[in-house]
C-alpha cells in the first residue's frame, strides 16, 4: 500500500487554515496504480454477495463507480442536496467543519440488496455514518465499506463501529 501512500499529496491549510487536506488527484493520474487502488478496495468483498455499490458524492463516485465495475454490482450515487429528481430518501448528518445531507433516489436499492459504501476519505466518520443509515433507510443489507484513506487520528472508525466491516488502504 505504500505505492499509493507515496501518490497521496499532503496540502497544509485547505480548504481551510489548520486542515491537512490528502490530495489524491495524482493517485488517479497514475493508471497502473489507480487500478491497484481499485483491486484491493475490492478485495475483500470478491465472491461476497455484493450487488450495489453506493458511491458518496463526489470522490467516492469515482472509486465506487470502478468498484461496481469490478464486483459486477450496479452502482447508486448518494448526492448533496438538488441533484436528484423526487422522489428522494434523505439523512442529514454533521461534518467536522458543518452540517450536510446525502440523497438518494427512493427505489435505488431493492429490499435486502448487499451493498458496499465507497468513498475517498474516513475522517471523522460522519459522512460513512449518513451513508450507513441511508443504505438502512433504502432497505438495503449493508456488506460493509471501502475507503481510500483512513485519516485515523480523528476518530471515524469508533464512530463506525462493530457491525459491517471497514476496510481502508491507507491510513495517516
Not at 449518513?130 to 485515523?152: D, Q, S, T
Given at each position: 500500500?505504500?505505492?499509493?501512500?507515496?501518490?497521496?499529496?499532503?496540502v497544509?491549510?485547505?480548504?481551510?487554515?489548520?486542515v491537512?487536506?490528502?490530495?489524491?488527484?495524482?493517485l488517479?493520474?497514475?493508471?497502473?496504480?489507480?487500478?491497484?487502488?481499485?483491486d484491493?478496495l475490492?478485495?475483500?468483498w470478491?465472491?461476497?454477495?455484493v450487488?450495489?455499490?453506493?458511491?458518496?458524492?463526489?470522490?467516492?463516485?469515482?472509486?465506487g463507480?470502478?468498484?461496481?465495475?469490478?464486483?459486477?454490482?450496479?452502482?447508486?450515487?448518494?448526492?448533496?442536496?438538488?441533484k436528484?429528481?423526487?422522489?428522494?430518501?434523505?439523512?442529514?448528518?454533521?461534518?467536522e467543519?458543518?452540517?450536510?445531507?446525502l440523497?438518494?433516489?427512493?427505489?435505488?436499492?431493492?429490499?435486502?440488496?448487499?451493498?458496499?459504501?465507497?468513498?475517498?476519505?474516513?475522517?471523522?466518520?460522519?459522512?460513512?455514518?449518513?451513508?450507513?443509515?441511508?443504505?438502512?433507510r433504502?432497505?438495503?443489507?449493508?456488506a460493509g465499506?471501502?475507503v481510500?484513506?483512513?485519516?485515523?487520528?480523528?476518530?471515524?472508525?469508533?464512530?463506525?463501529g462493530?457491525?459491517?466491516?471497514?476496510?481502508?488502504?491507507?491510513?495517516?
Amino acid at each position: 500500500m505504500n505505492d499509493l501512500a507515496r501518490l497521496i499529496r499532503a496540502v497544509p491549510d485547505f480548504p481551510r487554515p489548520g486542515v491537512l487536506f490528502r490530495d489524491i488527484t495524482p493517485l488517479l493520474a497514475d493508471a497502473g496504480a489507480f487500478a491497484r487502488c481499485i483491486d484491493l478496495l475490492a478485495e475483500p468483498w470478491l465472491g461476497q454477495g455484493v450487488r450495489a455499490v453506493c458511491g458518496i458524492e463526489s470522490r467516492g463516485f469515482i472509486f465506487g463507480a470502478a468498484l461496481a465495475q469490478k464486483l459486477d454490482a450496479g452502482f447508486v450515487p448518494l448526492r448533496k442536496p438538488g441533484k436528484l429528481p423526487p422522489p428522494l430518501v434523505e439523512v442529514d448528518y454533521r461534518l467536522e467543519y458543518g452540517t450536510d445531507r446525502l440523497q438518494a433516489r427512493d427505489d435505488a436499492l431493492r429490499p435486502g440488496e448487499r451493498t458496499l459504501v465507497a468513498d475517498d476519505v474516513l475522517a471523522t466518520g460522519g459522512t460513512l455514518a449518513a451513508a450507513r443509515e441511508l443504505v438502512a433507510r433504502l432497505g438495503g443489507e449493508l456488506a460493509g465499506a471501502a475507503v481510500v484513506i483512513e485519516l485515523g487520528a480523528l476518530g471515524g472508525r469508533a464512530r463506525w463501529g462493530d457491525g459491517p466491516p471497514l476496510h481502508a488502504l491507507v491510513r495517516y
